[in-house]
């Protein structure tokens, strides 16, 4: 995409600024609006801190600063960013911007927030990769509670890096306490540890209901081929 954009004369790209390959990979396009956590030309804005849903204060580029979402988990910071950026771009109006994502309620598996039985339930099974699946879990890990439980599904079409990428998110894991792990499916299969595991969705979702947990804060999280979704159907 950004190679056809260099070949436009009036071509423009939204970048996270962030990141550094980002940077490389837009060069030479003409017209590069940035967005992010650090000094650019457009949008920036952090996280505010202790909130159970994401609320983002935007310290340039936006006067109705603070943003407070219906987004579970601090990796959907660039995509708050990312609609502010543009929406600034095509000058929609401030609080038009401001609201629009106040009152986005996610759905379809992405990053729900679902309260049921006493437990807290984070659904993010619309899609997975290594660095969603990273930023998902180190966000899950830093959450408090006691009873943590991870429900993870393979991730889909990583190719030849597939099992060292499903080898590095079971490492991460195992860099924190949580009260059960459980790993389904694909190349999760192939690999050792110490976690529970299942062959698919349905059969995680046997193990969960006889489970029974109480007061619980659980992640639910995989490609869109596993369906981890199916763990939490009635």
Do not use: C
């Not at 030309?41 to 505010?48: A, T």
């Not at 966000?139 to 429900?151: G, P």
Request: charged share 25%.
């Amino acid at each position: 995409m950004f190679d056809y954009l260099r070949t436009l004369t009036h071509g423009f790209a939204f970048v996270m600024w962030d990141y550094d390959y980002l940077q490389e990979m837009s060069k030479g396009i003409s017209g590069i609006i940035k967005y992010g956590t650090k000094d650019n030309d457009h949008v920036i804005g952090k996280i505010i801190p202790g909130e159970t849903f994401l609320k983002v204060e935007i310290t340039q580029g936006l006067d109705e600063g603070i943003i407070s979402t219906q987004l579970v988990g601090e990796y959907n910071l660039p995509n708050v960013l990312a609609a502010v950026t543009v929406g600034k771009f095509f000058e929609v109006p401030e609080n038009k911007i401001k609201s629009s994502i106040e009152n986005y309620v996610p759905s379809n598996s992405r990053s729900q927030l679902i309260e049921k039985d006493s437990n807290k339930i984070i659904l993010d099974a619309y899609n997975a990769n290594p660095s969603s699946m990273k930023l998902a879990i180190e966000n899950f890990a830093n959450k408090k509670s006691e009873n943590k439980i991870l429900m993870l599904g393979a991730m889909a079409e990583l190719g030849k890096e597939s099992l060292q990428e499903h080898q590095q998110i079971i490492d991460l894991i195992k860099k924190y306490s949580w009260k059960e792990v459980v790993l389904v499916g694909g190349d999760f299969l192939k690999l050792s540890h110490s976690f529970l595991s299942f062959e698919n969705s349905l059969q995680a979702k046997e193990w969960f209901v006889k489970q029974h947990f109480q007061n619980s804060y659980i992640l639910v999280k995989g490609s869109r081929s596993m369906q981890m979704e199916k763990v939490l159907e009635d």
